[in-house]
C-alpha cells in the first residue's frame, strides 16, 4: 500500500525547476505532500483530494491524476530554503478505513 | 494546547526494559497516528485512531508494541522488552478529520543500548 516516489533524489542550483512524483496502486480518496528538513518534523505543504479539491499553500503546486493514481509536486524557481526530504502520503479510497501510509521520500537538495 | 506535544523528548533505555511513549494531540482532533522513523529513512506506518472507530493496528511490527487513545485525547504507545532494532524517532500526528493535514509533534528520540 505506500505510495512510490521518484526521483529518489535530486540536486538543484537555485532557480531551477523539479518535479517529485507519486503513484499508487490502489484507488485513492486524496494525497498529501509533506517537507522534513534535518532534524526536524515533517511539515505540511499539499493536500489533494478525489473529486479535485487541493488546500495548501499558495507558492506550491501539484497536480493529481486520479484515473492513474499519481500525483506530482512541482517546485519552481528553487530557493535554497526548499532543502529537505519530501514525503507524499496516500489514503486510500476505502469505506472503513484510510490510514495515511508514506512513500520513501525524495531528497531534495539546493545549491547556490 | 498549540501544537501536538510528545514526552519524552528522548529516551535511553537497555536491552529488554519497557518503554512508554505520550502524545498529547490538538484539541479537537479526531485523527491521531503513531510513525516511526529511522535514521536516514522514511516514516513508517505504526498505528491509526480515528474518533472512537477501532484503530487500526496494521503497522505495529509486534506483540511487543502497543498504543491507546483515551476518547479524542492523550495516546501511549508502549514497547515492551526493547530490542535494539527499536532505536529510532517516535513521531505522533493529529489532524481534524480524514482527508485534512496532520500536525506532526518533534517526537521521541528513542535508543535502545
Known amino acids: 500500500q505506500q505510495p512510490v516516489q521518484s526521483p529518489q533524489a535530486v540536486i538543484l542550483r537555485e532557480g531551477e525547476d523539479a518535479v517529485i512524483n507519486c503513484s499508487s496502486s490502489?484507488?485513492?480518496?486524496?494525497v498529501h505532500w509533506y517537507r522534513q528538513k534535518h532534524g526536524e518534523a515533517p511539515v505540511f505543504l499539499m493536500i489533494l483530494l478525489k473529486g479535485g479539491e487541493q488546500k495548501g499553500h499558495e507558492k506550491i503546486s501539484a497536480s493529481f491524476n486520479e484515473k492513474k493514481q499519481q500525483s506530482s509536486l512541482y517546485l519552481t524557481a528553487s530557493q535554497l530554503s526548499y532543502s529537505g526530504t519530501y514525503f507524499c502520503g496516500t489514503e486510500i479510497d476505502w469505506e472503513y478505513g484510510n490510514k495515511l501510509v508514506f512513500g520513501a521520500g525524495t531528497i531534495l537538495r539546493v545549491k547556490s | 494546547g498549540a501544537g501536538v506535544s510528545q514526552s519524552p523528548s528522548n529516551k535511553v533505555t537497555e536491552k529488554g526494559k519497557d518503554v512508554e511513549l505520550r502524545c498529547d494531540p490538538i484539541?479537537?482532533?479526531?485523527?491521531l497516528y503513531w510513525y516511526r522513523q529511522r535514521l536516514g529513512q522514511g516514516l513508517e506506518f505504526l498505528i491509526y485512531?480515528?474518533?472512537?472507530?477501532?484503530?487500526?493496528k496494521s503497522g505495529l511490527p509486534s506483540d511487543r508494541f502497543s498504543a491507546e487513545r483515551t476518547g479524542e485525547s492523550v495516546s501511549t504507545l508502549t514497547i515492551q522488552r526493547t530490542q535494539q532494532e527499536d532505536s529510532a524517532v517516535y513521531l505522533c500526528?493529529?489532524?481534524?478529520?480524514?482527508?485534512?493535514?496532520?500536525?506532526f509533534g518533534s517526537g521521541t528520540q528513542l535508543s535502545v543500548l
Open positions: 500526528a493529529s489532524g481534524r478529520d480524514r482527508g485534512e493535514k496532520l500536525f
Open positions: 490502489k484507488a485513492l480518496y486524496s
Open positions: 485512531f480515528q474518533g472512537n472507530s477501532a484503530p487500526d
Open positions: 484539541s479537537g482532533h479526531t485523527a
